[in-house]
């Protein structure tokens, strides 16, 4: 049983539970510039050209030339990597703040190595190489906080590979909700909005569209959930902690 509480007190205590907090922090400035103070920041900004790229377009190609950084400003995209029987494994879904193309901070860049789309029309902030290049040896930190940024990419997908061999669908599923309630998520009255499919969440849960879809019924019946099409909206995130 979970104590009655207002819309805004549930959501306000999910938002700074250790949940999120301790391993999804949201951050007011990307990681990528994190540490760099404002003279910087000013230079690196300045180098910068803006791109606004439509709905479903693709941003990187797997195994393309790494020539570009994108810094997302608005909009969402999605990373993700095709297996060989063409199904699509979604890493990453990519908000304001995000970081594409982590590899041409490099000099000697490997190929991009997972694909990025649009999912709404995005406005980038996009640096080329040559540029991106020459302001990591202005401002080594660039080079540290991208070392960092791989590092909690590369925490992150630890956590969900030791998430499918000790944790239940259900378990996967609300943690994930989670995840994006703190990262992406808009506060409501009637509570956290998450703009997301039920494929997407699927494949960022590890488990099936099937589970994924009978899951959420389940909540929605225990109003936990309120589910619209490409739109969860979390109206007992204390419940869903303890899935």
């Known amino acids: ?10 959501h306000s205590k999910a938002l700074h539970h250790p949940i999120i907090n301790g391993h999804y922090p949201r ?16 230079q690196i900004f300045a180098a910068a050209r803006v ?6 377009r693709n941003v990187m190609i797997k195994g393309a030339t ?9 909009g ?5 990597i095709l297996t060989e029987s063409g199904d699509e494994v979604l890493l990453l879904l990519v908000v304001s703040g995000g970081v594409l193309g982590l590899v041409s901070l490099l000099q000697n860049s490997p190929n991009y ?5 649009t999912i709404t029309e995005c406005e980038f902030r996009v640096w080329d190489h040559r540029t ?12 540290e906080n991208g070392f960092r940024l791989a590092l909690y990419y590369l925490k992150a997908y630890m956590g969900r590979h030791a998430a499918i061999m000790t944790k239940s669908a259900e378990s996967r599923l609300a943690e994930t909700l989670m995840h994006l309630a703190a990262e992406a998520g808009e506060v409501r009255p009637s509570g956290i909005t ?15 569209f099937f589970t994924t879809s009978r899951v959420l019924s389940k909540w929605e019946e225990e109003r936990k959930i309120a589910k619209e099409r490409g739109r969860v909206t979390l109206l007992a995130p204390e419940a869903l902690m303890a899935a």
């Not at 951050?27 to 000013?42: G, H, I």
């Not at 969402?76 to 993700?80: D, F, V």
């Not at 190595?113 to 789309?117: D, K």
């Open 1 to 10: 049983m979970y104590p009655a509480q207002s819309h805004h007190e549930s």
């Open 27 to 42: 951050s007011t400035k990307p990681r990528l510039f994190e540490n760099l103070d404002d003279a910087a920041l000013r």
């Open 51 to 56: 791109r606004m790229i439509e709905p479903r």
């Open 66 to 74: 790494p020539d570009h950084l994108f810094l997302l400003q608005r």
């Open 76 to 80: 969402r995209a999605r990373s993700y």
């Open 113 to 117: 190595m997972v694909n990025a789309t």
């Open 132 to 143: 991106i290049r020459s302001l990591a040896k202005a401002h080594p930190q660039l080079i």
């Open 194 to 208: 998450i703009e997301i499919t039920n494929e997407q969440l699927g494949s960022l849960s590890d488990i099936s």
